[in-house]
T-cell receptor, first 117, second 111 residues
Framework: DTAVSQTPKYLVTQMGNDKSIKCEQN?????MYWYKQDSKKFLKIMFS???????INETVPNRFSPKSPDKAHLNLHINSLELGDSAVYFC????????????????FGPGTRLLVL | GQNIDQPTEMTATEGAIVQINCTYQ??????LFWYQQHAGEAPTFLSY????GLEEKGRFSSFLSRSKGYSYLLLKELQMKDSASYLC????????????FGTGTKLQVIP
């Protein structure tokens, strides 16, 4: 069974378009994340939701808007796509325990490879 | 914030031992993770350290010294399949415990 799944796996689109990426987890976790991994393989946090509430919002352009309809889903909508948005976007999930309680290991989805032309 | 440093690339021979270092400067610390990422795939969890010392898990071990802001991942009996990027990640001690990843060390195992 897939633990963290993302759709689509590949996304090729033109500059200026609007696109969405979807993520679902069946691990029963309460926290989900979006990461961007650029061509240099640097994995950078973008957003995090805990129980549908936005808890981490890094310096990301307003064109990126996450939405969490429930604990198991976290979607990412991107408006007016730019060339620099080309990257691999990873969704992840974990259980956010009290600080110091357990590992809260993050489990990653397979990634969505976005190419903006 | 967090600042994490790792070597960009390393090469080692099949059957050998390799140590991948990670140093960090943090405003708060609540644990350090190592992840493995094969080319074109997602990162997968390898190890977690929150207390000083060595954690051993099969061929992989991870060490932490909080006072020195230093960790290493030790891979023994290297296999070709160990060729991958190894990401060091630090969790902060704030309420939401954000995890910050280093840039990763690309390990190439050669025959």
């Amino acid at each position: 069974d897939t633990a963290v799944s993302q759709t689509p796996k590949y996304l090729v689109t033109q500059m200026g378009n609007d696109k969405s990426i979807k993520c679902e987890q069946n691990l029963g976790h309460d926290t989900m994340y979006w990461y961007k991994q650029d061509s240099k393989k640097f994995l950078k946090i973008m957003f995090s939701y805990n129980n549908k509430e936005l808890i981490i919002n890094e310096t990301v352009p307003n064109r990126f808007s996450p939405k969490s309809p429930d604990k198991a889903h976290l979607n990412l909508h991107i408006n007016s796509l730019e060339l620099g948005d080309s990257a691999v976007y990873f969704c992840a999930s974990s259980h956010l325990g009290l600080a110091g309680e357990g590992q809260e290991t993050q489990y990653f989805g397979p990634g969505t490879r976005l190419l903006v032309l | 914030g967090q600042n994490i440093d790792q070597p960009t690339e390393m090469t080692a021979t099949e059957g050998a031992i390799v140590q991948i270092n990670c140093t960090y400067q943090t405003s708060g610390f609540n644990g350090l993770f190592w992840y493995q990422q094969h080319a074109g795939e997602a990162p997968t969890f390898l190890s977690y350290n929150v207390l000083d010392g060595l954690e051993e898990k099969g061929r992989f071990s991870s060490f932490l010294s909080r006072s020195k802001g230093y960790s290493y991942l030790l891979l023994k009996e290297l296999q070709m399949k160990d060729s991958a990027s190894y990401l060091c990640a630090v969790r902060d001690s704030g309420g939401y415990q954000k995890v910050t990843f280093g840039t990763g060390t690309k390990l190439q195992v050669i025959p």
